[in-house]
């Protein structure tokens, strides 16, 4: 007989979702992470959105170290010396509350003590090693020299799913498939913040922003969320053009974000309190591997679950949706003592009809889009030029915006036929 | 026979994460983990490793708060065979005379004991008093400053780390033997010692229990009062670097301003 009905590797989201959903219906369950505390290890930018925490902590909202609700999302470009941006506010999301910033350090030790008052066992401190197989059955973990044995093993690995690729149940990591984002957090009193940003009785603000002042088509995107008394500020890399480019470093696009004249008043003054980098998920559908296999199931970055346009990313949320999956899929394995891959096929159905698998199906190829140099290098520099023209005085005859257009996309690279075709893919996968 | 041995461990704030506050100048603690301190992790590895060698029993035991759980699991995930925990609210603002008191009195409860480690000195406070502190309560011979740490036929044998050289001492036990920092590896932790420790547990024991009244100990039995906290900062000292060939003029000027004299 296994030790443990069920054993999660990775204290993220998805893990200790998984877990505790497991583990409150009377299963018995470890979980391991590497980080102590759990989160030490984390990035996110970061703003959980949905609700999906509901469905295992109804009172959720009210107890979890959430730090603003965000009524304020701004999406902007950024060149060199010029910001434009959307800036939608409304009162809907103080009433609704889509989405709320959270900083991995306090959410991950809430999410594992919640996990471990369902009544798993939290192991943190410890990395696994591997699986324990027997034939293509996976009947455990190995760690050191040692086999834990279990009937089930959830992979919550994260984005770099070492595990997964190692024991060959995922394709590894192609430089398409992840970006790298860079995090800092920055500390203030709750007034400044406030004030700054206009906000009143714990509202919120994101900012994401397309970075149009990168040369030698590096792409990247840079995100600006308030905390309850910090500000977390960072930037997401595609790698695949980093690799190219030997001139550009990242930490360097990090600093040239945070010193943009537009960004660098909000931050003026802060103290930096941490650092951090961490992959990105970024493959879409086509980077999903098989969910499940005799004995095991993959969910949350692991599996690929993340969906982003470059500026923004959402992952957490469908990591716990999937960790919610796992659970519910091995509960009802545990009940008719079936573990099979047959069995646990159910998983990546139940995926299917809830919005994780869905979205990343609507949206499949959507990186494509987001990491084109249409998004990047192209309409930032293309408006700004419109703008700048429109709204500058000059004392010169004035002229027609479309004679403004079409100067400034002959400034560009752009040539017409490729600029209508991405345009028309945008429209279309966005 | 079975040896028992005791290793004394403290939890402190990860010295690596520790911030200072720039307006007080004070360490602000409220942003750092808590870890085991490193010297006690080498105090730790040197039982190990006696008791990889001989049948022995090794105890942790540590005077601290409730949240020190995390260190005496992590001691029982390294190897360790019992955990006991002194937590008691009367135990709160020790100096390093009530904390060495308190430990002694927990040793004392045990059955039996033949050797106990010590760290040489904690990361946080840095004093090295209660290693020696719990060897004068106890009545019992101590070596300071370890490394090499061998038992055999009812001795100890460690190296002290002199300025001029190495001290070799062998004593019988038993004996408290306070270990340097980074004198040897700790092994990891493993995960099946640690759902092993998180199963077992560690005990938690209460003043009453090692019979000690609250006037004793914790800050009613501190002798020394901190009447305030200082800073200091360094001096920047005058640096010079000279060639070989102007060393005797080196020497000359810092024998003219009595820094250096002769002596016969
Ligand atoms: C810069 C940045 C910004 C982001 N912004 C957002 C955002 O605003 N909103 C959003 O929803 N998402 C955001 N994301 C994505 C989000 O962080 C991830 O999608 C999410 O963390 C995935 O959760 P997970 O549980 O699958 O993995 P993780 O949160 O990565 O957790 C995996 C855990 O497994 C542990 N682990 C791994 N291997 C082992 C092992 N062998 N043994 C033991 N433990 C192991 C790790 O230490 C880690 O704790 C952002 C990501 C980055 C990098
Ligand atoms: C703000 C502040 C003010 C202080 N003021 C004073 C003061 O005025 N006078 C004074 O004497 N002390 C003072 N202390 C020190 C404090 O009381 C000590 O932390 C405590 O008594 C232990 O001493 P230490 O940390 O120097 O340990 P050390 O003596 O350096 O530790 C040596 C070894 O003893 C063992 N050990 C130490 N503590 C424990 C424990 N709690 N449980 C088990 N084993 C242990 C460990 O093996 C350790 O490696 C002050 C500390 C602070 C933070």
């Given at each position: 007989m296994s030790e443990f009905d069920a054993i999660v590797v990775g204290a993220g989201p998805a893990g200790t979702s998984a877990a505790s959903k497991m583990a409150s219906s009377g299963m018995n369950v470890l979980l391991?992470?590497?980080?102590?505390?759990?989160?030490?290890?984390?990035?996110?930018?970061?703003?959980?959105?949905?609700?999906?925490l509901s469905k295992l902590y109804p009172d959720w909202e009210k107890t979890a170290p959430l730090e603003r609700f965000i009524t304020n999302k701004v999406t902007g470009f950024l060149t060199e010396d010029s910001s434009i941006s959307i800036d939608f506010k409304t009162k809907r999301f103080e009433r609704q509350r889509t989405g709320y910033s959270v900083l991995r350090t306090k959410l991950d030790g809430w999410l594992a003590k919640k996990a471990k008052d369902s009544g798993a066992t939290v192991i943190t401190g410890i990395t696994v090693d591997g699986l324990a197989r027997d034939g293509n059955k996976v009947i455990g973990v190995r760690q050191e020299n040692d086999v834990i044995t279990s009937d089930l093993v959830v992979l919550a690995e994260g984005a770099n799913p070492r595990i997964a690729i190692d024991e060959g149940l995922r394709q590894p990591i192609n430089d398409h498939d992840v970006a790298i984002g860079i995090k800092q957090v920055f500390k203030f009193s709750e007034q400044t913040i406030n004030e700054r940003f206009n906000l009143r009785n714990g509202a919120g603000f994101a900012g994401e922003y397309s970075l149009g002042f990168l040369n030698n088509g590096v792409k990247a995107g840079g995100f600006l969320y308030t905390n309850k008394d910090t500000i977390s500020l960072g930037v997401v890399i595609d790698i695949f053009d980093l690799r190219k480019d030997n001139s550009t470093y990242s930490f360097d696009i990090m600093e040239k974000f945070a010193s943009h004249p537009y960004i660098a008043p909000y931050i003026e003054g802060g103290q930096l309190q941490e650092y951090s980098?961490?992959?990105?998920?970024?493959?879409?559908?086509?980077?999903?591997?098989?969910?499940?296999?005799?004995?095991?199931?993959?969910?949350?970055?692991?599996?690929?679950?993340?969906?982003?346009?470059?500026?923004?990313?959402?992952?957490?949320?469908?990591?716990?949706?999937?960790?919610?999956?796992?659970?519910?899929?091995?509960?009802?394995?545990?009940?008719s003592n079936d573990y099979s891959e047959s069995m646990l096929s159910s998983y990546e159905k139940k995926l299917s009809s809830s919005e994780v698998l869905m979205d990343m199906r609507n949206f499949r190829g959507i990186q494509n889009v987001t990491w084109s140099p249409l998004v990047h290098e192209f309409i930032p520099k293309f408006t700004e030029g419109i703008l700048y023209n429109m709204f500058n005085e000059t004392g010169e005859p004035k002229k027609h915006?479309?004679?403004i257009a079409l100067e400034n996309f002959a400034g560009s690279k752009y040539d017409r036929k490729s600029l209508v075709l991405d345009l028309y893919r945008m429209m279309r996968r966005m | 026979m079975v040896l028992e041995i005791v290793v004394m461990v403290k939890q402190v704030p990860d010295s690596q994460e520790v911030v200072i506050d720039p307006v007080t100048m004070n360490?602000?603690?409220?942003?750092?983990?808590?870890?085991?301190?490193?010297?006690?992790?080498?105090?730790?590895?040197?039982?190990?490793?006696?008791?990889?060698?001989?049948p022995a029993n090794i105890t942790v035991v540590s005077m601290g708060p409730p949240q020190a759980e995390s260190t005496m699991i992590e001691c029982l995930a390294r190897g360790a065979d019992r955990a006991i925990l002194v937590s008691d609210r009367a135990l709160g603002g020790a100096d390093t005379y009530p904390t060495g008191l308190t430990v002694a009195s927990a040793i004392s409860k045990l059955d039996h004991f033949d050797i106990i480690f010590a760290g040489e000195e904690s990361s946080d406070s840095s004093t090295g008093h209660v290693g020696p502190g719990v060897a004068e309560f106890l009545g019992i011979d101590q070596i300071t400053y370890c490394s090499k740490i061998q038992y055999e036929d009812g001795y100890v044998t460690a190296e002290r780390e002199l300025e001029d050289g190495t001290e070799v001492v062998k004593c019988p036990t038993p004996v408290l033997v306070t270990v340097l920092l980074n004198s040897n590896y700790p092994r990891r932790q493993t995960l099946r010692r640690k759902i092993d420790a998180v199963r077992k547990g560690m005990e938690v024991w209460n003043i009453e229990k090692l019979e000690l009244k609250p006037e004793w100990v914790g800050v009613r039995g501190s002798p020394t009062i901190v009447r305030r906290m200082q800073s200091i900062k360094e001096k920047q000292r005058e640096g010079k670097k000279v060639t070989l060939e102007q060393i005797p003029d080196l020497v000359k000027e810092l024998y003219e301003k009595k820094i250096i004299r002769e002596v016969h």
């Open positions: 391991v992470e590497r980080g102590d505390p759990p989160g030490s290890k984390n990035v996110s930018g970061g703003i959980l959105w949905g609700k999906d980098a961490h992959l990105v998920c970024e493959g879409g559908i086509d980077y999903v591997p098989k969910l499940y296999g005799n004995g095991y199931l993959i969910a949350g970055d692991s599996a690929g679950f993340s969906f982003s346009n470059g500026m923004m990313i959402q992952g957490m949320n469908y990591a716990i949706a999937s960790g919610i999956a796992a659970g519910e899929t091995a509960i009802s394995a545990k009940e915006l479309f004679e | 360490l602000n603690r409220s942003m750092t983990r808590n870890v085991t301190n490193r010297a006690d992790e080498n105090a730790l590895e040197a039982a190990l490793q006696i008791k990889d060698k001989t």
